[in-house]
């Protein structure tokens, strides 16, 4: 039985391997359950035996619950080498509004993605540093910034491996960027990373009813609201209508 466990959770094991091949060739990004039904279907198609794609999906399942973080890789590699991944690759205009209104610095790219909200920093004059977990983003970056003549500085890594540093960014930018901000100790540490007069600029999906009024509002008061808005509008991630989250907030 443990042997076997061992085994379910090798990152060599071939039923792994021959998923996340699949996944990365042809994949369409989605819900776990739908991408695990889209395999079993692409398995009997090609003459897997019903119960024999039904076990491979419960390890692969078994293999994506105990390894999250390469879960989160894949899914996003997929999404950055699939043309017709539906996001915007023009900079976040909310972003563009609030920079217009700041003296360029540091500003910090958190969750940096292809690069899209980077770039146009740097071009606005910005000395830009950015992260992700994705390789496949940050190759799309490096290259975006090689053709327009900028540089960033960007690090492969997660939430919780990237140095934020004290009190040394102007401005930080969460965009779609997949942190908590119900996350209290990561959030102290983007707060404590930003200099005294800096911004961090959120923008994301609403995560749904609060169980109490101006909940997130209240959060951010140790910071000068400068924008807070919760309305729905068409989201640069999914490109589809929903409740969305903006917030620029200068830190005292
Ligand atoms: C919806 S995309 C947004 C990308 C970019 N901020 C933008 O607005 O275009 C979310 C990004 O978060 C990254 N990501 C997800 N989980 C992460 C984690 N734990 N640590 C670092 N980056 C993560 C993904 O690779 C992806 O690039």
């Known amino acids: 039985m443990l042997l076997e466990l061992l085994l379910l959770l090798l990152p060599s094991d071939p039923v792994w391997q021959s998923f996340s091949d699949w996944f990365s060739r042809e994949g369409i990004p989605g819900a776990p359950a739908d991408v695990l039904k889209a395999y079993s279907s692409t398995l009997t198609s090609q003459g897997t035996s019903a119960a024999t794609a039904e076990a491979a999906v419960k390890q692969v399942q078994a293999y994506l619950t105990a390894h999250p973080r390469e879960a989160l890789t894949l899914h996003f590699n997929r999404i950055y080498a699939w043309t017709e991944a539906p996001f915007s690759r023009e900079p976040s205009a909310f972003l563009k509004k609030v920079a217009a209104t700041r003296r360029p610095g540091r500003a910090l790219d958190i969750a940096m993605g292809q690069g899209r909200n980077s770039i146009y920093l740097a071009k606005a004059g910005w000395t830009v540093s950015g992260y992700d977990i994705s390789d496949e983003a940050l190759r799309q970056a490096a290259r ?109």
Do not use: C
Request: hydrophobic share 45%; glycine share 8%.
């Open 144 to 252: 975006l910034a090689a053709e327009a003549g900028i540089t960033l500085d960007t690090k492969l890594a997660s939430h919780d491996e990237y140095d934020l540093g004290q009190a040394q960014w102007d401005l930080i930018v969460m965009s779609f960027a997949f942190t908590r901000l119900s996350d209290e100790a990561y959030m102290k540490r983007v707060h404590d990373s930003l200099k005294p007069g800096g911004v961090l600029l959120v923008e994301g999906f609403n995560g749904g009813p609060r169980p109490e009024p101006n909940m997130i509002l209240k959060a951010f008061l140790s910071y000068h609201v400068l924008v807070f808005e919760d309305l729905p509008d068409v989201a640069d991630w999914g490109r589809i209508k929903a409740p969305l989250l903006r917030m620029a907030l200068e830190k005292k």
